[in-house]
């Protein structure tokens, strides 16, 4: 049973009036035995739902009944976007506000609802850095959220991988995202709309410059295709290679997941060892090399033959390195 479906039951009653169990089902995009079944869970949770039979009838809460989700400050109510996500938040600077919103909507909630939610709270945790690595510190992230909710251009010292690597910039903010536990500023210049790594801001200064978001501006699309963008950028050729049994076992956890897909939608028999022969995406000569040599003796490289060399060579500096004299 999901609290957090309940919730919305209530709310959709309390919005609505009166609504049938199929019309609830069908904004929730569950089935109408589940809305009867949450229906009776909020009856028995000392919600007052009530039905009314005959035409026109339906579900609906006693007169005069309401949830009291008062009392939230503007930072609280902002805070709800991440009342699961107490690490996000807490690179935000929204640690303290949710939670208080967390304790104010339990406080709210009727007792058997709190104890759902608490069942719920109890069972899921979120850790968005990736294994291996510490989590970014993102010192000018409060800033940043800031710029964003009141749109106001921010000047930035930035740090960059190419030359000249510290530039300033005016960015105006469209909005923050999380990948794999590092955040990421996705903001318009005077040349168009790109995305900022929030660890490399060395500095920010909200500026007095107001400025309005485009409104067919969708953040979730704008980073859905700038993904797309950057594997078509990343991959600038392709490697054909050997792998053994234990190699392509290890390979999820060695290389990326283009690199796996490719692996699989190409490897062909190369002997009745259990090895195969696959293409796979490469970036640069060195990079390639890095990330090949994880898998140590279970592959090796076909071709191109400046990556066969590379690998070589690499090997050669490792086994004079542990020659035993």
């Not at 104890?115 to 970014?136: C, I, N």
């Not at 168009?192 to 929030?198: F, I, L, N």
């Not at 660890?199 to 980073?223: H, I, K, M, N």
Request: proline residues 6%; charged residues 25%; neutral net charge.
């Amino acid at each position: 049973m999901s609290a957090s479906r309940l919730l919305s039951v209530l709310l959709l009653l309390q919005s609505s009036g009166r609504l049938s169990a199929q019309t609830i089902a069908d904004e929730l995009g569950v089935s109408v035995r589940t809305a009867y079944r949450d229906l009776t869970r909020l009856q028995a949770a000392g919600v007052p739902v009530y039905a009314e039979p005959g035409r026109g009838g339906g579900y609906r809460l006693l007169d005069g009944y309401r949830t009291r989700l008062t009392g939230m400050s503007e930072g609280e109510a902002r805070a709800l976007f991440f009342a699961g996500l107490p690490g996000p938040a807490a690179d935000l600077g929204l640690a303290g506000e949710v939670t208080a919103a967390r304790l104010k909507l339990l406080a709210a909630l009727p007792a058997g609802l709190r104890e759902e939610a608490a069942r719920t709270a109890a069972v899921f945790h979120l850790d968005a850095p990736g294994w291996y690595r510490e989590p970014e510190r993102t010192p000018h992230l409060p800033l940043l959220v800031d710029a964003v909710l009141t749109r106001r251009a921010v000047d930035v010292r930035y740090r960059r991988w190419r030359a000249p690597q510290e530039v300033s910039r005016r960015l105006r903010p469209y909005g923050l995202v999380l990948k794999s536990g590092t955040w990421y500023l996705v903001a318009a210049t005077e040349t168009g709309v790109a995305t900022y790594r929030a660890t490399q801001v060395l500095d920010a200064v909200v500026s007095e410059e107001v400025f309005d978001r485009p409104g067919d501006f969708d953040l979730g699309t704008y980073w859905t295709s700038y993904l797309d963008d950057f594997r078509t950028r990343r991959y600038t050729g392709t490697a054909t290679i050997r792998l053994s049994p234990q190699g392509r076992r290890r390979l999820p956890d060695n290389v990326p997941p283009e690199v796996v897909r490719a692996v699989d939608s190409t490897a062909t028999a190369a002997g009745a060892d259990g090895w195969v022969e696959a293409v796979i995406p490469t970036e640069s000569t060195r990079h390639a090399c890095g990330e090949l040599l994880r898998l140590g003796v279970d592959v090796e490289v076909i071709a191109p033959a400046e990556l066969r060399l590379a690998m070589a060579e690499t090997i050669g500096v490792l086994a004079r390195a542990y020659e035993v004299h």
